[in-house]
């Protein structure tokens, strides 16, 4: 990225340093190239995507494959809103499975700041019930603008309609996961890479998320502002379609679900 | 209850949204928020308790300690409402053990689990957990959410509690959002006149060691130029004595270490700098589950209770992580509030406290006698003013490797801290530890070597064998070999 260092990442044995990127965890196995983009594909139009979740400590034989997001837009029948229907799925190490499930009312501006949501949080018993005693839906209706204000799951939307140019960071609060509010956050264009494909080299833009209560995220998209991958520190998302390793037993009929709806 | 009823909380608007935290703190600091009119939530001798434990932060990683590179304003509500405590120091400063020592009130080495392995066993079968004591004794309904690690890290068999969320991993990242969600739904949609006991486990900043395994190389320029301003400084004692026990040398050459990687100042700030930010992930799930209680039938009636399970190095002595007797990772937050009951705005610095304290204090406020054996003692004289204190006039922690195959006790560490001094001493290394906690609380001269001091030294063994011949042992740890700290 001209202008700015990038850590090549240095395999040491055991072992992965560096920031997680798509070069990264292309050379340790995680993900493969990336799909070609489906015809037409419009960030500003309707689109879904889904990711695949994985925590990753370091260690190069060592993920937690911890889930799966699936993001739908739905372009608004007024010229600037839009609506973002979330389903994101956990699991733990007892393979019990947690489902969010938002729908979330946005403008169309820069951010993609919402208007109102709808969440339901549901705690999944081994039998596939949710248990009433944790599971929840909650909402929220903004009411009058105060500072910008974001998404955390808005946010990947919100990078794939951003230009790829160094312009002043946007500032803002979150609401990540909808609810919980983290105040003085920029976003910002960091720089083009790129990444290594069977093909060739391929074109990536890398956007940078700083602020309070969070580790620096960084957001993948390609050269037609499709976003392929977003990492932090320890977290990562892919492309379900390019990812590698098999996904546990307990996530598979999820994955069914998530691609027939 | 329907799990397709909507339990929909009124719509509120964006300024109510955000207001939410300061709506918080108005209302523990008047104390007197009364929800409803349900007498049975409100018995003042079985008061609700609601412990909340990060995991792996460091004692000063609080805003309202004074620490201006972090904002934590969820713990600093607590921290203003209530009683801290500035010499709070864990059992044993990595997670199985000191885990088992904060759920039963008695030292790793009686509790059987002294090294940080789950090869190590499970819980002794005739110590109790306290939430099997409060559970019997008290009738208290105890609730479990999130990280055990006693010894295996997430489960939903967690003797004496009902598991509502277990973690994911050791992920904070991703485990502590469930957990405090879990917890928060919990106490909204709760339907239960007995008093309740509330464990929320947060993983984060233990996250940290994720980020130090990413970034052993040392970078000497920032990754993000535009926080080169938000750097915080390095830690007052960074320099240290080199005369410490080989223990100490040999953990910071192992392979993961900054020492491996050579690093300079920058990326030292810049671990500092990502360090505050995973403690301020934790301090925003932190104010999920007080909003929710703020909101509940409960926000009057419980008494709240925060720590952490060890500390971390953050720098201090070049040290990262934890497994080692200096405070950076044997100290710990320690904060109790209850309005109207615990003290408001509280700093004690004069007290010695320990994690194996906490049972025996939740017991104390359950109104019931805590189970045999107690290491500990009740902290609620100090917390409310009220009766009379005891004075400890020492308090022990525990450091030990061991070897993860044979289980054998090795690299066996003792502190002993006394108001004016702190002795450490590792069992087969000849260089020990006496450090002047009134002149140098930081830790930055070794005095062992200095033949004045060799009467304080000969007083603290003394405390340490007193302490060690009252223990009763875990019969799996004697048989290991730790029963030789008995004639030391």
């Not at chain 2, 789950?118 to 306290?130: D, K, N, W, Y």
């Amino acid at each position: 990225m001209s202008g700015n260092n990038q850590t090549i990442p240095q395999k040491s044995g055991f072992y992965m340093f560096g920031p997680h990127s798509p070069e990264s965890l292309k050379a340790i196995g995680v993900i493969g190239d990336f799909p070609a983009i489906e015809p037409g594909w419009d960030p500003q139009g309707n689109w879904s995507a889904l990711f695949r979740i994985c925590m990753i400590s370091g260690r190069v034989n060592s993920f937690y494959q911890s889930g799966l997001l699936k993001l739908t837009r739905h372009a608004g029948t007024q010229a600037q809103d839009f609506r973002l229907i979330v389903d994101r799925y956990m699991k733990n190490e007892t393979d019990r499975c947690h489902h969010h499930h938002a729908e979330i009312v946005c403008h169309g501006d820069a951010l993609g700041s919402p208007v109102s949501w709808k969440l339901t949080s549901s705690y999944l018993t081994p039998q596939g019930a949710a248990d009433p005693n944790v599971s929840r839906t909650t909402s929220w209706k903004d009411s009058g603008s105060d500072g910008a204000l974001a998404t955390s799951w808005g946010l990947f939307e919100a990078v794939q309609r951003m230009p790829f140019e160094k312009l002043p960071a946007l500032e803002f609060t979150m609401f990540e996961t909808l609810d919980l509010p983290k105040e003085n956050q920029r976003l910002s264009y960091r720089g083009k890479l790129t990444f290594p494909t069977d093909g060739g080299p391929m074109a990536l833009h890398c956007f940078q998320h700083l602020g309070w209560g969070i580790i620096p995220i960084e957001y993948f998209v390609d050269d037609n502002h499709r976003l392929v991958a977003c990492t932090n520190s320890a977290r990562v998302y892919v492309l379900e379609s390019a990812a590698l390793m098999p996904l546990p037993e307990v996530l598979q009929p999820v994955l069914a679900k998530l691609r027939s709806t | 209850m329907d799990p397709n009823a909507d339990h929909t909380d009124p719509m509120i608007n964006r300024r109510q949204f955000l207001q939410a935290g300061a709506a918080g703190t108005a209302l523990l600091a008047t104390g007197g928020l009364t929800y409803g009119d349900s007498p049975s939530v409100h018995r003042k001798d079985k008061p609700n308790i609601l412990f909340i434990m990060t995991d792996q932060q460091h004692i000063n990683a609080i805003s309202a300690a004074g620490n201006p590179h972090l904002h934590t304003p969820n713990m600093d509500r607590l921290f203003r409402a209530g009683t801290s405590f500035s010499e709070s120091y864990c059992p044993q400063p990595v997670c199985i053990p000191c885990r088992s020592s904060i759920f039963t009130g008695r030292m790793p080495t009686e509790t059987g689990m002294w090294m940080n392995t789950a090869r190590v066993g499970q819980l002794e079968e005739s110590i109790p957990t306290i939430g099997e004591w409060l559970q019997t004794e008290a009738g208290y309904e105890t609730i479990y959410a999130g990280k055990w690690h006693v010894p295996q890290c997430n489960t939903y068999d967690i003797r004496g509690f009902n598991t509502i969320c277990s973690g994911l991993n050791h992920y904070g990242d991703i485990s502590d959002e469930l957990v405090s969600r879990a917890c928060a739904s919990y106490l909204l949609q709760r339907d239960d006149v007995r008093p309740f006991f509330m464990v929320t486990s947060l993983v984060q900043s233990h996250d940290i060691c994720h980020w130090l395994n990413t970034n052993v190389p040392n970078e000497t320029v920032l990754r993000y130029p535009e926080i080169a301003d938000e750097l915080p400084p390095l830690p007052p004692n960074f320099e240290y004595d080199r005369r410490e026990p080989k223990h100490l040398a040999s953990q910071r050459s192992t392979r993961m270490q900054p020492h491996v990687g050579g690093w300079e100042p920058l990326q030292w700030r810049y671990y500092l700098w990502n360090y505050y930010r995973h403690v301020e992930m934790v301090d925003a799930e932190i104010g999920r589950v007080l909003n929710a209680l703020d909101r509940s039938d409960y926000a009057d009636n419980t008494l709240i209770v925060f720590t952490s399970d060890h500390g971390e190095g953050m720098g201090c002595h070049q040290t990262v992580r934890k497994g080692f007797l200096y405070d950076e990772a044997a100290k710990v937050p320690l904060i109790f509030t209850f309005p109207g009951r615990v003290r408001g705005g509280m700093v004690d610095s004069s007290s010695l406290v320990s994690s194996v304290d906490l049972t025996p204090t939740f017991c104390d406020f359950a109104g019931i006698a805590p189970p045999p054996d107690m290491c500990g003692r009740s902290l609620r004289p100090l917390l409310t003013g009220e009766g009379k204190a005891h004075d400890t006039p020492y308090l022990v922690a525990n450091y030990e490797a061991g070897a993860a195959k044979t289980l054998q006790a090795q690299d066996m560490a003792r502190m002993v801290r006394t108001k004016d001094y702190k002795y450490i001493l590792y069992y087969d290394d000849e260089t020990d530890q006496l450090f002047d906690m009134k002149n140098d609380p930081w830790e930055t001269k070794n005095l062992s070597g200095d033949t004045r001091y060799a009467s304080v030294i000969g007083e603290h063994r003394a405390m340490l064998r007193e302490w060690e011949n009252r223990l009763k042992y875990a019969p799996r740890y004697a048989a290991a070999g730790g029963d030789c700290w008995r004639n030391v």
